[in-house]
């Protein structure tokens, strides 16, 4: 089974890092997954900057090849390029791991609990009520004071406020009232601005699902049940019950008539990993979700490897065995041959044009034989014939057939996936025998009416020259009888004609089938380009492997 590789249109070199992704032109992104299926990805954006931000973000400086840091960039960068792994999360921890001071993301769904959480001043809240729509969000960030910039395309509004909690924690939060999607720490958001990209990943750390109060707010809160993931640690639900208080199960249950106070347990958590003992460690946030990264592609590695597992296991088939195979596939379609034929021209569907039936079921003999050979010309045997070539080519046995052209080139010809000859015999019975046979019929019965058409005007003309009418009708009788065995032999002997040659259309079918299968066996077992593909997928998997294993240990070791 071959890796999946991917295949991504980057961003134009004359792009600042500063400019928001959104301003670029569209992105392409064409992924084959191991089913090799090609699906085109959202466009990601989890390491947008804007020019509005409110200062630029500085690289780290450079570090040496053992820092775990650095071990943790090139272990992500290496899931980046192999294709496993969420891209837009590997992004955003890229972020955290090449800048200084890079800002957590939280997510908060449901903007309601936003004035209690921070205190947030009621221009800010006028602002997220009037830009808050379906598929679309708010970028808080810190400011001197409050003011929204909508970049083009963008279905996020950046707003700076003075909330001194997001400039103390260096946090930035995306506000929404409805999520989009299945992940809760991957938000999707809808641009309607840009052609073709729709859909717009956004992942943060950790989310917020505020469900709100009363019944609409219960219907909400069984919604998120169709979220694939549910990590306590980095998401957390809430609905506000009046008199309520507490954790129901993976709920928290919040008194709105607390105010603030009912609230202060939600905001230490959202808070909490945010920051780091010194300016040049990892934050726990974002160790939490490098950890969630590599235990996904962790997952998706050995599910890979089982399956590649299973497959070599299925397809492992000896020359011993294929050769056992095709002897008796040979036999029992012979037997099949022997059997089907016969119940086929025995039986009360070719009877329907037996001789003395031709005189109102000519018409219907083209379609009855037609019939008798789409449905008793080696049936089960073309069945096993795909089957037994499946494992042929399972077990890596190959022969591409050549041809030499009039200029006398070899010509390499396409192989055929499976024997056809049964297939093309079958069609040849049907394009020239059964018109044939049809053509037959109506000859014969035309001279058939016809003799006994002039044999009976004969009696007649005797019979008006005072010929005895018994003499006259023997006559008739005589020519009718004469022309009705002429039928009945000629139509006999046409039938065991067309018996006879598609009896041997089949055998011959069988027996060149049997050759195709002997020829590839003795071609003997050829490495494919999947084999190939499968070994340089196994190294693959091996060095993702190692890496993981170093990207984990400098994730423990890094403080």
């Given at each position: ?153 963008s279905p996020l509004a950046i707003v700076t406020a003075p909330i001194d909690v997001l400039k103390t ?208 010309f080696l049936p089960e045997s073309e069945e096993k014939a795909t089957f037994l070539a499946g494992r ?28 056809m000859s049964i297939t093309h015999r079958r069609a040849e019975i049907l394009q020239n025998l059964v ?125």
């Amino acid at each position: 089974m071959p890796p999946r590789l991917r295949l991504t249109q980057r961003w134009p070199p004359t792009i600042s890092p500063t400019t928001p992704c959104w301003r670029s032109p569209r992105p392409v992104l064409l992924r084959v997954t191991r089913h090799n299926r090609i699906t085109v990805s959202r466009c990601l954006y989890s390491t947008t900057q804007s020019t509005t931000s409110i200062e630029a973000q500085h690289l780290r400086a450079p570090l040496p090849p053992q820092h775990p840091i650095e071990k943790l960039q090139l272990t992500l960068q290496a899931l980046q390029s192999a294709g496993y792994g969420e891209a837009s999360r590997i992004e955003l921890a890229l972020r955290a791991l090449k800048q200084e001071g890079a800002p957590v993301r939280l997510a908060i769904v449901g903007a309601d609990i936003l004035p209690l959480l921070f205190a947030a001043p009621v221009e800010l809240q006028e602002l997220i009520a009037a830009h808050d729509k379906h598929g679309r969000g708010i970028l808080l960030r810190f400011g001197t004071a409050p003011k929204i910039t909508t970049p083009v395309g963008s279905p996020l509004a950046i707003v700076t406020a003075p909330i001194d909690v997001l400039k103390t924690n260096n946090v930035e939060l995306v506000v929404t009232s409805n999520l989009l999607g299945a992940d809760p720490l991957v938000p999707l958001f809808q641009s309607t601005d840009i052609p073709g990209a729709r859909v717009i990943e956004y992942p943060v750390h950790k989310t917020l699902l505020y469900a709100g109060s009363g019944v609409a707010g219960m219907g909400r809160l069984l919604a998120s049940a169709r979220f694939t993931r549910d990590s306590p640690e980095q998401v957390r639900r809430v609905i506000a019950l009046p008199g309520g208080e507490g954790v129901e199960g993976k709920v928290q249950v919040i008194d709105p008539t607390k105010g603030e106070e009912a609230v202060k347990g939600i905001r230490e958590w959202l808070l909490e990993g945010t920051t780091s003992p010194t300016e040049t460690a990892i934050k726990p946030a974002v160790k939490a979700l490098l950890h969630d990264i590599f235990a996904k592609a962790q997952k998706d590695l050995e599910e890979e490897a089982k399956e590649l597992s299973v497959a070599a296991l299925e397809s492992g088939d000896t020359a011993e065995s294929l050769a056992h195979a095709i002897g008796g596939w040979s036999q029992a379609a012979h037997v099949e041959l022997r059997d089907s034929m016969e119940a086929a021209f025995l039986g009360k569907e070719w009877g329907k044009i037996e001789w003395w039936k031709l005189l109102w079921r000519t018409d219907d003999v083209g379609a009855v034989s037609r019939n008798i050979i789409t449905t008793g010309f080696l049936p089960e045997s073309e069945e096993k014939a795909t089957f037994l070539a499946g494992r042929l080519y399972g077990a890596g046995y190959s022969k591409n057939e050549t041809v030499r052209t009039d200029t006398g080139d070899v010509m390499e010809l396409a192989e055929n996936p499976r024997p056809m000859s049964i297939t093309h015999r079958r069609a040849e019975i049907l394009q020239n025998l059964v018109p044939n046979l049809q053509a037959a019929a109506q000859k014969y019965l035309l001279s058939f009416l016809s003799t006994t058409g002039i044999s009976g005007a004969f009696s007649t003309l005797l019979w008006l020259s005072d010929v005895p009418l018994y003499s006259a009708l023997t006559v008739a009788a005589a020519g009718s009888v004469s022309s009705a065995r002429w039928l009945q032999s000629r139509w006999m002997k046409e039938c065991k004609t067309f018996q006879g040659v598609v009896r041997e259309q089949a055998r011959e079918a069988i027996v060149e089938s049997e050759r195709w299968a002997w020829e590839r066996l003795r071609a003997g077992i050829q490495q494919t380009e999947a084999e190939a593909e499968a070994e340089r997928g196994k190294e693959k998997r091996g060095m993702l492997q190692r890496a993981l294993k170093e990207g984990a240990e400098a994730c423990k070791t890094e403080r």
